[in-house]
């Protein structure tokens, strides 16, 4: 089950105009979190905004082997966003997780990370748990320019990464599916590949990992509102006729066949 509780905020940093990094002490949620889930965040108890925002966890924090807390990455791009841009390091705030299913994480099989943007997150989380678990990844990054891609966060939690910018201020120029393609060819029989952030982005990463015969699990983004399946805010089409599925219930982590990217 989720827990509800408050979260304290112990650092905040601007990465860039839009997007900030939030580490908050909450060792309860920090302790059952897995790579691929999230937590609904408040910028307050106040009823405006009404609904809280979900957010991908982007890696756990410990003192001496211990979780106390996690980090999120976070873009205003909203009321609600930008009412929790506005807090302050010792400020408190309303959080409910982990939320959603997770990537299970398997050191004896290497994963192929694609991520973009703030959808760097379920990445990082499962580099840092495959890190702690001695196992194998490759993590390719990309933005549409160098502040767009926050290796400095990835740093912090040891994890690197392969960058590629649209406009090429940092790393390759390109879009990080441009690079997937020879990497998934370079990999070992056991692949997976996990991919997270825009919508087009991670169709691209299943229809090339489909033309390989590679497995594709995909953490999928949608707005919502509850984060517990019963707003309906955050549906998906299945394939196979099963209709819709939530991405708070059947998801985040879903595979990536599965998903009709055209409804």
């Given at each position: 089950?989720?827990?509800?509780?408050?979260?304290?905020?112990?650092?905040?940093?601007?990465?860039?105009?839009?997007?900030f990094?939030?580490?908050?002490?909450?060792?309860?949620?920090?302790?059952?979190?897995?790579?691929?889930?999230?937590?609904?965040?408040?910028?307050?108890?106040?009823?405006?905004p009404?609904?809280?925002?979900?957010l991908?966890?982007?890696a756990?924090?410990?003192?001496?082997?211990?979780?106390?807390?996690?980090?999120?990455?976070?873009?205003?791009?909203?009321?609600g966003?930008?009412?929790?841009?506005?807090?302050?390091?010792?400020?408190?705030?309303?959080?409910?997780?982990?939320?959603?299913?997770?990537?299970?994480?398997?050191?004896?099989?290497?994963?192929?990370?694609?991520?973009?943007?703030?959808?760097?997150?379920?990445?990082?989380?499962?580099a840092?748990?495959?890190?702690?678990?001695?196992?194998?990844?490759?993590?390719?990054?990309?933005?549409?320019?160098?502040?767009?891609v926050h290796?400095?966060?990835?740093?912090?939690?040891?994890?690197?990464?392969?960058?590629?910018?649209?406009?090429?201020?940092?790393?390759?120029?390109?879009?990080?599916?441009?690079?997937?393609?020879?990497?998934?060819?370079?990999?070992?029989?056991?692949?997976?590949c996990?991919?997270?952030?825009?919508?087009?982005?991670?169709?691209?990463?299943?229809?090339?990992?489909?033309?390989?015969?590679?497995?594709?699990a995909?953490?999928l983004?949608?707005?919502?509102?509850?984060?517990?399946?019963?707003?309906l805010?955050?549906?998906?089409?299945?394939k196979?006729?099963e209709?819709?599925?939530?991405?708070?219930?059947?998801?985040?982590?879903?595979?990536?066949?599965?998903?009709?990217?055209?409804?």
């Open positions: 089950m989720p827990l509800v509780t408050k979260a304290k905020i112990i650092a905040k940093r601007q990465l860039n105009a839009e997007e990094a939030l580490d908050l002490r909450c060792p309860e949620i920090a302790a059952a979190a897995k790579p691929g889930q999230f937590v609904m965040l408040r910028a307050s108890e106040a009823i405006d009404l609904t809280p925002r979900p991908s966890v982007f756990r924090l410990s003192d001496g082997g211990k979780p106390i807390g996690f980090t999120l990455i976070i873009k205003t791009f909203g009321r966003t930008r009412a929790v841009a506005q807090r302050n390091v010792g400020d408190l705030l309303p959080v409910t997780g982990p939320l959603g299913n997770h990537l299970e994480i398997n050191p004896s099989r290497r994963l192929l990370m694609v991520a973009g943007g703030t959808g760097i997150a379920p990445a990082a989380f499962a840092q748990e495959l890190n702690r678990a001695g196992g194998d990844y490759a993590l390719l990054y990309g933005g549409c320019s160098r502040d767009a290796l400095a966060e990835l740093e912090k939690i040891d994890v690197e990464a392969i960058a590629v910018t649209e406009d090429g201020s940092l790393g390759r120029r390109g879009l990080v599916t441009d690079i997937l393609a020879p990497q998934l060819k370079s990999g070992p029989d056991n692949l997976l996990f991919a997270c952030g825009p919508w087009e982005m991670m169709r691209r990463s299943a229809e090339i990992c489909a033309a390989g015969g590679i497995d594709c995909c953490s983004e949608r707005y919502m509102a509850c984060g517990i399946g019963v707003c805010s955050c549906i998906y089409r299945n196979g006729g209709g819709y599925h939530t991405c708070c219930q059947e998801g985040p982590v879903v595979d990536g066949l599965e998903v009709d990217w055209d409804a």
